[in-house]
Each structure stands twice: as structure tokens, then as C-alpha cells.
């Protein structure tokens, strides 16, 4: 079963409207063996729920997605650790990018580049674009990470939310072969998605089993990679004179 979550941003709804944060999850069956090799007399779903729940519980990582959602491509880029900080970039189409930050579970900050508050301000008025412009360019726009857009600009910096749209226990996972992923002894384990697509989980098979790539192909293709773990996150409040001003 595929799961896919969207991420929309305050300012506008225009900007970063189709963040997937989903994918195919595996799960046993009644004909899964129980092979020897990595994991020996683990079946592939016990494999995958074995490396959700270590990559869950994560003290910190980066994650690179590369989706594409009707049509559209989106690509982020964003480190993140269990003490709620997060920074990193999405970008939307071609070029409109967004930067996020957090660096603690208070407040949460955004910035736009010259593309993204484009993209935001089609339809206005001259007069209204020039104000986004002249106001937001190459400012933060801070807001309380309680509030919902905040919540949602945020999803894809926190594991357990990453991965919740994956399925525990669900039938039809292949266990394939080894092979790397940056670097890492990693074992591919697959499913197809019943609509003639497939998704592949790379877990490490030395080490703690974490996630080191997920990929789906199909009509909506997706490719996660997940990296830097337990690597400190950079993540520093802005300087107030960088805050935009909104009021």
C-alpha cells in the first residue's frame, strides 16, 4: 500500500503544495521463507519493521526525497534530530526553494527565495508583489510551531512521521540481493504496489539496520535517501534584523 503526505506552507498556499512523504512498505506472508545470509531467519517484512523502528528511533539524520506528484517534481533536502531541531531546503518545480529551520519545539522559519515569492504572488497586483518582494526577500518568516502550517511545513523533520505512512505487516515483500548505498553494505527487499509499480526498502546490513534508500516506481516515482545519522544538526536561530516583519 502506498501512503503519500502533502506539506503546504503559511504564507501561501501556492508554495510547496506537493512535499510526498510516503512510500510502499513490505510485510509478511504465509509463502515468505526464512533464508539464511543478513538477517538470517528473518522474513523481509520482520526486516522492514526492524529497520522502521531503528530508523524511528534515530537520534538525528538527513533525508534527501526526490518525488514527483502530478506531474510535479519536488526535491528536499533536510537534517533533523530528536531534540526538535531541523534545516534544510525544499524546492518545488524548477527552481523555487524554501529554506526551513528549527531549532527547538517553539517557533519555526521559513525563507523564500526571489522564485518561490514569484510563484506565491501570480494573480496579484504589481503593487502587492512588489510588498511581498520588498518585505520577504531574503528574510525569515517566523511563526509559533504550533500552529497548523507550521505543523505542516515541519512533517518531514521528525521520522516517526516520515515513515507513518508505511504499513506494518502487510504481504508480498521479495527479499533481493546485496548491494551498497553510499558507501554501506545494504539488502533490497521489494514489493510491488499492484499497480505495476514497485517499492524497494535498502536497509544496512552492518551496524544499527537502518533505512539507506527507499525507491518507488510507478506513476508516482519517489526515491529517499536517508543518511548522516547520529551527525550533529547545524541549526541556529536567525538574527531578529533578518526576521521579516509581517504586521
Same mark, same amino acid.
Given at each position: 500500500?502506498?501512503?503519500h503526505t502533502r506539506t503546504s506552507f503559511a504564507v501561501t498556499a501556492l508554495l510547496c503544495a506537493a512535499v510526498a512523504a510516503g512510500a510502499t512498505a513490505c510485510g509478511p506472508s504465509?509463502?515468505? *521463507?526464512?533464508?539464511?545470509?543478513?538477517?538470517?531467519?528473518?522474513?523481509?517484512?520482520?526486516? &522492514?519493521?526492524?529497520a522502521f523502528a531503528?530508523? *524511528?528511533?534515530?537520534?538525528?539524520?538527513?533525508?534527501? &526525497?526526490?518525488t514527483t506528484?502530478?506531474?510535479?517534481?519536488? /526535491?528536499?533536502?533536510v537534517s533533523?534530530?530528536?531534540?526538535?531541531?531541523?534545516?534544510?531546503?525544499?524546492?518545488?518545480?524548477?527552481?523555487?526553494?524554501?529554506?526551513?529551520? /528549527? &531549532?527547538?519545539?517553539?517557533?519555526?522559519?521559513m525563507r523564500f527565495d526571489e522564485a518561490s515569492l514569484n510563484e506565491q504572488a501570480k494573480g496579484e497586483s504589481p503593487e502587492v508583489r512588489e510588498a511581498m518582494l520588498k518585505t520577504l526577500k531574503g528574510r525569515w518568516v517566523e511563526m509559533a510551531a504550533s500552529e497548523p502550517e507550521a505543523k505542516d511545513a515541519m512533517e518531514m523533520c521528525d521520522a516517526k512521521t516520515l515513515l507513518g505512512g508505511f504499513e506494518?505487516? *502487510?504481504?508480498?515483500?521479495?527479499?533481493g540481493g546485496e548491494t551498497t548505498v553510499g558507501g554501506r553494505k545494504a539488502l533490497t527487499l521489494t514489493e510491488p504496489d499492484g499497480d505495476g509499480g514497485t517499492s524497494t526498502v535498502y536497509v544496512a546490513t552492518e551496524g544499527t539496520p537502518y533505512v539507506l534508500r527507499i525507491v518507488t516506481k510507478g506513476t508516482e516515482p519517489e526515491t529517499i535517501t536517508f543518511t548522516q545519522y547520529g551527525k550533529p544538526v547545524a541549526a541556529k536561530a536567525p538574527a531578529a534584523k533578518d526576521i521579516a516583519d509581517l504586521d
Open positions: 500500500m502506498r501512503a504465509s509463502e515468505d *521463507a526464512k533464508p539464511a545470509g543478513p538477517f538470517a531467519g528473518l522474513t523481509g517484512s520482520e526486516i &522492514v519493521d526492524k531503528a530508523t *524511528a528511533a534515530a537520534k538525528s539524520l538527513t533525508v534527501d &526525497v526526490d506528484s502530478e506531474g510535479e517534481r519536488t /526535491r528536499a533536502y533533523f534530530d530528536s531534540t526538535g531541531k531541523c534545516a534544510g531546503t525544499l524546492t518545488t518545480g524548477t527552481a523555487a526553494t524554501t529554506e526551513l529551520l /528549527r &531549532v527547538d519545539r517553539k517557533n519555526v522559519y506494518q505487516g *502487510a504481504s508480498g515483500i521479495v527479499r
